[in-house]
Structures are given as C-alpha cells and as structure tokens.
C-alpha cells in the first residue's frame, strides 16, 4: 500500500465532491490505471442519461435531477462541475470506451425515505451536512477538521487547499498515493467515530458494495470507484453478500424519474444551502482551469472586472497584487496563495482596502455566475420542453445572473414575453418579478427582474400536472385557485393575472367565481382591499386587446358599496385601524380615478357619478370628528390634490384639527394622515406658508409633558421627506413668520424666496442655462412684458441639436 505499485483489488478513489485537486488527481490515477469500469457515487436510473456527458453541447455546470412522478416537489439533485471528480471520471470512461455506471442507492429508495422522513442522501442538493459523502465534514463530526488540528491548522478549509488543491504533481509516489494516504487516514476516524452519526450511510454503502461486487465478477479486478473519500473504509470492508442483502431488505420505493438540468456555481456554493457546498466556485473553476501561473491569471480577471465596473486598476496593480499575494503565502507558510491571500492582496492593492468593490468580485468571480447547459435532446417533462421553446422563440435566454428586462406592450414580441412571464407567476415559477421602471402612468410599458435559478425545473416539474403547455397549465391552474379561493382580494387578483397573462379560457371562471364572491362579502374593509386589483385591469383593454366589460361593471358595484359603507366604517378606529383604513383610502381613491377615466369614453354620466359620491364620501370623513384623525386628515388633503377643496377649506380644518382642545396624539395623527406617506406632503408645507404656520403654531403649544407621545408619529411623519425638503423646511421655521402677518394667516407681506407672481428677470436670467441643458439654442427670443411686468408673447422658437436647418416652435410659459 505503501510502494509505487498500484494497490491490489479495485482501484477505490476517495475524493471530495467538487474538489479542483480530486478531479485532477482522479484523471491521472485513471490515465496510469486505464480501468475496464468506473463506477461513480450516483443513483443508478442514470446510467441510461450517461452518454449525454460525452455531447459536446453539455456544459458544466449541470445535475442529475430526480423527482417522484406522482409529486413532483419531491426531488433531488447531484450537481457536477467541470471540477467535479464525478464529472472527470464520466468524461475520462465516456472519452476511453471504458465502462461506467452509477453504483449509489437508487433515486427510487433514497426519495420515499425522504417522503417517510428520513435525511436525503449526502452528496444531494438536499444534504444538511456533508460529512459522508464530502470529507470536508460539515455535521455531527467534522473529519477534515480533526486531520487539519493534528496537522496544526486551525482552518480545516485552508489545510485541505494546502495538501490536496495546491497539489499540483504526485511525485515519486504514483498517482494513486494521494487516494491511499486519504483511505487510511479515513479509515482511521471511521475506526474512532463510526458511521459519523449518519445510519443511512451503511444502508447507501450496502449497495455499493453490492455493486462492486457485480462489476468485478464481471471485469475481474480492473474496475476503479469514485466516491466521497468517506464511503472508502465501508467499501474496502470485507462483508457478506447476504449482510449487504439484508440491509436493504423492506425499503420503501416511488417510481421516479430522472433528467439532466443546468446548474449554477452560485447554486453550488454553501451559502446558498447546499450540504456539499463550497465556499468558492469560481475560485476552484479557475483553479482547475488554469494551465499554469493561476494566481497571476487570476489577478488578471479581478482586474478586467473592475476595469469594466469604472475602477481605475493598472497592469502595475496586478503585478503590486501577485507579489503581495505571493509574500503573504511565505509568510503564512503556505505552498501557493490560495484564495484568502489573493483576497486580502486584491482589497490592499485594487481596492483601496475597500470591501465594497470586495464584494463585487467575491459575487462575479469568487462564487461565479455560471450557467451550464444540456442538449435539446434531454429528456424533460412536456411542459419544460414549451417552455423551452417559448424562450427561444421570444429570445429569453435563462441566466443566472440577475437582470432588468424592460417591455413596450405595443411590439408583438414584448407583449408576448409579457404574457409568458405573467402565466409563469400563475403556475408559481418565479423566474421574473414585476420590478419599478422608468416613471409612467400608463399601461405600455412593464418593467421585470429575471434570474434563473435551477430549482425552478422543480417548479417546472410541479406545474407539469396542471398541463403540457404554458397557456394550457395556467389556464387550468388558475381556474382551480378561484374555486378554492376564499377572499375577494385573492380572487380579483387571480383575475388582473388572467388578464395580464392572456388567460381568455380561464377567465370566465374566475369572474363567475369574483361575482358570487363580490355579492356575498359585506366587509367594507375586504371591499376596499379587492377594488385597485380590479381597477388596474380595466386599463389593459387597449393594450392587451382584451374585453373588461364584465370586469367594470363588477368594479363600479363594489365602489358604490364601498361609498356607501366607508363612513360609519371608519368611525371608532383604534391607531392601528386608522393606519390600515388609511392605506385603504389611498387605494380606493387611485381605483375610482381609473376607473372614472376608463369608463369616460362609453359612461360618462355613470362616471362622473361615481366620482361625485366619492368626493361627498371624502367630505364627510373630513368633517366628522368621530373619524380617527389620520383618516380625516388623508381625506383632507385628497381632497385638495384633486382641487375638490379650497385651500382656505384646507386650512379651516387643519385649524379645528390642530385647535388647543384637541388631544395633542389626535391632532398628530391628523397631520401624518395629512402630509406623511403622500407624494409631495413636505412640498406642500414648503409652499404654503399658511399651513406650515398652522403646524409650527400647534407644535409650539404642545405641553411638555405630552410632547415625548407625539414625537414619535411626527418623527416618522418628516423622516419620509427628501433630505432638501427637510431642510427648506427647517430654514422657514427657523425664519419665523412672513412679515406683516400673524402666524399661519398667510396674510401681509411675503416671505423671501415667494412672491406673488413670477419674477420674469430671474427666469429669463435662467433661461439659457435651461436650454443648454436640453441640448437646444436660442434663434429667436422675442418676449414683452407689460408695465407690471406680466408677460404678452412667450413664442420662442429653438433649434434642436438633432435636427439640422429645421426649427420647432416651443410654447414657453415663464
């Protein structure tokens, strides 16, 4: 065991599961040995998926997938990297002509115990701790981390670089030293701790036992074993065939199925919770990718990604960054710099000892967002394969990196990537979220975040049952929510996704289901909950092409019961009450907008009703002191946003509201319902100095006493303003009031900075400076101003920087 002899019987390769050195060191044990067989920890249902390893459009990263058919949410993966030491040996079988085959307990077994409770398999996606199959150790007994103290390191990850990773020749010993020094050195802490406080294990390495025994009855002796360097001991222990029999007599099985998927180094990292994870993908990719010089090479591409992130980073600072990474190596007495010496070199010398753009290269380069690829001709679920071919056709290439995809519904193309990602969110695969966009009101533009993560084939799986498309498994899918859906809110959700997703079969049924739902719920709040969803809907008519009759009529029902139960609702509230009552004004208010502006065109009698209730409902919980003060004061100032209320009116209220007998927490409330949460509430204190005098006013005449029980509310009222605000704010209060005028009267002379009118000397100083900003020059300015300074002509015509010869008029009101 010791010589430069091959050691007797089947070559068995204890490795550690997506390890650079392992991978390396098994491609040389199999290139010296030249086995007949190779035999991988595995689940045996794959053998038939082998030759799609040796397809040159496989692309590691990827994984064995295995699911129950009947439920499909019951699923594991076996990932492989180009790293992996399993991926070597199938490439080096595949590429030889030799023999291969998995030898693990069969996906079939290890998934109905896990349906009956018992832990997945190690060296599974599943896996909590991979101390079995993975000799980094992680669980109840931590292998490598006793070998690393007996060797006197205090980081097991640091040791197993320095003796296995950064291992970049065999010496004298033979390629297969490596693995015999492993096997005894596992053989030892299996001797001390048993099966590692694993069971399972003795019931997975039984029938790899069993196989081995197969495959050299068949091959005699030449076969070779890649498995975790854990398993070993167990398979080098001489026992009976009956033994092995016996253990795996009486265990529970589902009828699985199983495929190739992409994988991800990010999915491949620990902290993305894979039990065989590792801390650093990309770093043990590179490490096994490059052919030599790997710390320099690896400088190289830290420096080309902040290069392309607007870092100013030299060729001088990759040279400052090898040789400090290289003097930290020598004096921490390691054999190469691994990735903790790079790491602090690249902070010093790239980042200015910033952990900022640290990050970033820890997220791109140290873990990675590799994406592998299978063939087409994998085999996958049906409605995997539609939706394969809906992306190619729609070019929504899945990656793994996150990014913003923005749509113009207007182009057929967009549209109908629009409706993809909706109906995906109706089967519950997440690959996009609706994400904010550029600024608009209207309904053609759409704004998502997509990341394609490898779980989401589980997903696919799952939907799977609902259909064998992507229409006809949302339509299915969402017909099934709105019969078993018990709030309205749910229910007039699922029916904005139907429209959003181009469900034209399911929706019938979804709006019979909202009808009956609608006309049996009397809950005013639950009302006012379920009407934006229906509002929003009936603006995708033009866009969407898309009929929202029975949808409006629907909407217009449930606002003219929300306008009739909204006041006695909103009387009595406690603070949390209001808070929530409050948000849902907000919506309501929003909804009766669009549905007043979607209804102009066909009812306009009809709309200018609704809108009139709505406006008398505003009044009287403005009015009424019964009504909880954020109520009153959000109603108050609706009201005067939509010119409904004069600001005089306003400010009689805000007077009542803020008066010396009102209970100082009430009068709070009423100015965070007034101007907090809002657009444009510190604006509106900023430009009417009458009202920020009637607050300045109250808050002044609080007493001491009950201030430390308002603070809080104002404190989170203007802690929501823009920083400038706050400041304006601050500077007028600080000013006093406007001179010749008593405090919040607004009368007398005006304060600096507003007058009554505009200053046209001050805007037309500004006038140029505002043209060269939008790119355009003066031709011609002609203004006139009367005696009072009032402007009579404001016609300016400019010229454009991107039209040659050609002037366009633009009106210009100073």
Same mark, same amino acid.
């Given at each position: 065991?010791?010589?430069?002899?091959?050691?007797?019987?089947?070559?068995?390769?204890?490795?550690?599961?997506?390890?650079?050195?392992?991978?390396?060191?098994?491609?040389?044990?199999?290139?010296?040995?030249?086995?007949?067989?190779?035999?991988?920890?595995?689940?045996?249902?794959?053998?038939?998926?082998?030759?799609?390893?040796?397809?040159?459009?496989?692309?590691?990263?990827?994984?064995?997938?295995?699911?129950?058919?009947?439920?499909?949410?019951?699923?594991?993966?076996?990932?492989?990297?180009?790293?992996?030491?399993?991926?070597?040996?199938?490439?080096?079988?595949?590429?030889?002509?030799?023999?291969?085959?998995?030898?693990?307990?069969?996906?079939?077994?290890?998934?109905?115990?896990?349906?009956?409770?018992?832990?997945?398999?190690?060296?599974?996606?599943?896996?909590?701790?991979?101390?079995?199959?993975?000799?980094?150790?992680?669980?109840?007994?931590?292998?490598?981390?006793?070998?690393?103290?007996?060797?006197?390191?205090?980081?097991?990850?640091?040791?197993?670089?320095?003796?296995?990773?950064?291992?970049?020749?065999?010496?004298?010993?033979?390629?297969?030293?490596?693995?015999?020094?492993?096997?005894?050195?596992?053989?030892?802490?299996?001797?001390?701790?048993?099966?590692?406080?694993?069971?399972?294990?003795?019931?997975?390495?039984?029938?790899?036992?069993?196989?081995?025994?197969?495959?050299?009855?068949?091959?005699?002796?030449?076969?070779?074993?890649?498995?975790?360097?854990?398993?070993?001991?167990?398979?080098?222990?001489?026992?009976?065939?009956?033994?092995?029999?016996?253990?795996?007599?009486?265990?529970?099985?589902?009828?699985?199925?199983?495929?190739?998927?992409?994988?991800?180094?990010?999915?491949?990292?620990?902290?993305?919770?894979?039990?065989?994870?590792?801390?650093?993908?990309?770093?043990?990719?590179?490490?096994?990718?490059?052919?030599?010089?790997?710390?320099?090479?690896?400088?190289?591409?830290?420096?080309?990604?902040?290069?392309?992130?607007?870092?100013?980073?030299?060729?001088?600072?990759?040279?400052?960054?090898?040789?400090?990474?290289?003097?930290?190596?020598?004096?921490?007495?390691?054999?190469?710099?691994?990735?903790?010496?790079?790491?602090?070199?690249?902070?010093?010398?790239?980042?200015?000892?910033?952990?900022?753009?640290?990050?970033?290269?820890?997220?791109?380069?140290?873990?990675?967002?590799?994406?592998?690829?299978?063939?087409? $001709? =994998?085999? @996958?679920?049906? +409605?995997?394969?539609? *939706?394969?071919?809906?992306? !190619?056709? #729609? %070019?929504?290439?899945?990656?793994?990196?996150?990014?913003?995809?923005?749509?113009?519904?207007?182009?057929?193309?967009?549209?109908?990537?629009?409706?993809?990602?909706?109906?995906?969110?109706?089967?519950?695969?997440?690959?996009?979220?609706?994400?904010?966009?550029?600024?608009?009101?209207?309904?053609?533009?759409?704004?998502?975040?997509?990341?394609?993560?490898?779980?989401?084939?589980?997903?696919?799986?799952?939907?799977?049952?609902?259909?064998?498309?992507?229409?006809?498994?949302?339509?299915?899918?969402?017909?099934?929510?709105?019969?078993?859906?018990?709030?309205?809110?749910?229910?007039?959700?699922?029916?904005?996704?139907?429209?959003?997703?181009?469900?034209?079969?399911?929706?019938?049924?979804?709006?019979?289901?909202?009808?009956?739902?609608?006309?049996? $719920? =009397?809950? @005013?709040?639950? +009302?006012?909950?379920? *009407?934006?969803?229906?509002? !929003?809907? #009936? %603006?995708?008519?033009?866009?969407?092409?898309?009929?929202?009759?029975?949808?409006?009529?629907?909407?217009?029902?449930?606002?003219?019961?929300?306008?009739?139960?909204?006041?006695?609702?909103?009387?009595?509230?406690?603070?949390?009450?209001?808070?929530?009552?409050?948000?849902?004004?907000?919506?309501?208010?929003?909804?009766?907008?669009?549905?007043?502006?979607?209804?102009?065109?066909?009812?306009?009698?009809?709309?200018?009703?609704?809108?009139?209730?709505?406006?008398?409902?505003?009044?009287?919980?403005?009015?009424?002191?019964?009504?909880?003060?954020?109520?009153?004061?959000?109603?108050?100032?609706?009201?005067?946003?939509?010119?409904?209320?004069?600001?005089?009116?306003?400010?009689?209220?805000?007077?009542?509201?803020?008066?010396?007998?009102?209970?100082?927490?009430?009068?709070?409330?009423?100015?965070?319902?007034?101007?907090?949460?809002?657009?444009?509430?510190?604006?509106?204190?900023?430009?009417?100095?009458?009202?920020?005098?009637?607050?300045?006013?109250?808050?002044?005449?609080?007493?001491?006493?009950?201030?430390?029980?308002?603070?809080?509310?104002?404190?989170?009222?203007?802690?929501?303003?823009?920083?400038?605000?706050?400041?304006?704010?601050?500077?007028?209060?600080?000013?006093?009031?406007?001179?010749?005028?008593?405090?919040?009267?607004?009368?007398?002379?005006?304060?600096?900075?507003?007058?009554?009118?505009?200053?046209?000397?001050?805007?037309?100083?500004?006038?140029?400076?505002?043209?060269?900003?939008?790119?355009?020059?003066?031709?011609?300015?002609?203004?006139?101003?009367?005696?009072?300074?009032?402007?009579?002509?404001?016609?300016?015509?400019?010229?454009?920087?991107?039209?040659?010869?050609?002037?366009?008029?633009?009106?210009?009101?100073?």
């Amino acid at each position: 065991m010791t010589g430069t002899g091959r050691p007797p019987g089947p070559l068995l390769l204890g490795v550690r599961h997506h390890g650079p050195g392992s991978a390396r060191a098994v491609r040389a044990a199999l290139d010296a040995a030249r086995p007949r067989v190779v035999l991988v920890e595995g689940p045996p249902e794959a053998d038939a998926l082998l030759p799609l390893a040796a397809d040159e459009r496989m692309r590691p990263p990827v994984a064995l997938l295995a699911h129950v058919v009947d439920d499909p949410g019951q699923a594991a993966f076996w990932p492989m990297a180009a790293f992996s030491p399993e991926w070597t040996a199938l490439r080096w079988a595949l590429g030889h002509g030799a023999g291969v085959r998995f030898i693990d307990l069969p996906a079939a077994h290890s998934l109905a115990m896990t349906q009956a409770g018992a832990p997945a398999a190690h060296g599974t996606e599943e896996a909590a701790g991979d101390v079995t199959g993975d000799v980094s150790g992680r669980g109840p007994v931590d292998p490598i981390g006793a070998l690393a103290g007996a060797a006197g390191y205090d980081d097991p990850e640091r040791w197993w670089e320095d003796v296995v990773e950064h291992r970049t020749g065999g010496g004298g010993a033979g390629p297969w030293a490596p693995f015999t020094v492993l096997a005894e050195a596992m053989t030892a802490l299996r001797e001390t701790y048993g099966d590692g406080g694993h069971p399972l294990d003795a019931v997975r390495e039984a029938h790899m036992r069993i196989q081995l025994r197969k495959a050299v009855k068949e091959f005699g002796e030449d076969v070779a074993v890649v498995c975790g360097a854990w398993h070993v001991p167990a398979l080098a222990a001489r026992t009976t065939l009956t033994a092995d029999r016996a253990l795996l007599r009486g265990l529970p099985k589902a009828k699985a199925e199983l495929t190739w998927v992409p994988w991800s180094h990010r999915r491949l990292a620990r902290r993305s919770g894979y039990g065989a994870g590792i801390d650093a993908p990309g770093w043990y990719g590179h490490l096994f990718d490059a052919p030599d010089r790997p710390v320099e090479r690896w400088m190289t591409k830290v420096a080309g990604l902040l290069r392309d992130e607007d870092r100013f980073v030299s060729s001088a600072h990759v040279i400052e960054a090898v040789r400090l990474a290289t003097a930290l190596a020598a004096l921490r007495g390691r054999p190469l710099a691994g990735l903790g010496e790079t790491t602090d070199a690249v902070r010093a010398v790239m980042c200015d000892g910033s952990d900022i753009p640290l990050a970033l290269v820890r997220d791109r380069l140290v873990v990675g967002e590799t994406l592998g690829e299978v063939p087409d $001709d =994998a085999p @996958v679920v049906p +409605l995997q394969r539609d *939706l394969t071919r809906q992306q !190619r056709a #729609l %070019r929504l290439k899945p990656e793994a990196p996150e990014r913003e995809l923005e749509l113009d519904l207007r182009k057929d193309n967009d549209a109908a990537r629009s409706r993809l990602l909706h109906r995906l969110r109706v089967l519950g695969i997440g690959w996009g979220e609706p994400a904010e966009g550029r600024a608009s009101t209207g309904t053609f533009r759409e704004s998502w975040r997509l990341r394609w993560e490898p779980e989401l084939y589980v997903q696919v799986a799952e939907a799977g049952t609902w259909g064998t498309t992507v229409l006809a498994a949302a339509s299915t899918r969402a017909e099934s929510r709105a019969a078993s859906a018990t709030a309205l809110a749910e229910i007039t959700a699922l029916a904005e996704q139907c429209l959003l997703a181009g469900l034209s079969d399911a929706l019938p049924g979804v709006m019979r289901a909202l009808a009956d739902r609608a006309a049996l $719920d =009397a809950d @005013v709040g639950r +009302l006012a909950e379920a *009407l934006p969803a229906l509002a !929003r809907t #009936l %603006r995708y008519g033009d866009v969407r092409s898309t009929d929202t009759a029975a949808l409006g009529e629907v909407a217009a029902g449930l606002a003219e019961r929300i306008c009739v139960g909204l006041p006695p609702a909103c009387t009595g509230l406690d603070v949390e009450g209001a808070a929530t009552m409050r948000g849902r004004i907000d919506g309501v208010h929003t909804a009766i907008g669009l549905l007043t502006s979607a209804t102009s065109g066909h009812a306009e009698t009809g709309a200018a009703g609704l809108r009139a209730r709505w406006t008398a409902v505003l009044h009287r919980l403005a009015a009424r002191d019964t009504v909880a003060g954020a109520v009153r004061g959000r109603a108050t100032r609706l009201l005067l946003d939509d010119g409904r209320l004069a600001q005089d009116d306003a400010a009689r209220l805000m007077g009542l509201a803020l008066s010396p007998g009102t209970p100082p927490a009430d009068a709070a409330a009423w100015i965070e319902g007034f101007v907090g949460g809002a657009a444009g509430g510190g604006m509106l204190l900023v430009h009417d100095e009458r009202l920020l005098g009637l607050v300045d006013a109250w808050l002044t005449g609080v007493p001491a006493e009950l201030f430390a029980d308002v603070l809080p509310l104002l404190r989170r009222t203007f802690s929501a303003y823009e920083p400038g605000v706050r400041r304006t704010l601050g500077e007028l209060v600080r000013r006093g009031p406007s001179r010749g005028g008593a405090p919040g009267t607004g009368t007398g002379a005006t304060a600096p900075g507003f007058g009554p009118g505009l200053d046209t000397a001050r805007a037309d100083a500004a006038e140029e400076v505002v043209l060269l900003l939008l790119g355009a020059h003066t031709e011609t300015a002609t203004r006139t101003h009367s005696s009072t300074g009032a402007d009579t002509d404001t016609a300016i015509t400019i010229t454009t920087g991107t039209n040659t010869g050609t002037e366009e008029p633009l009106g210009a009101t100073a």
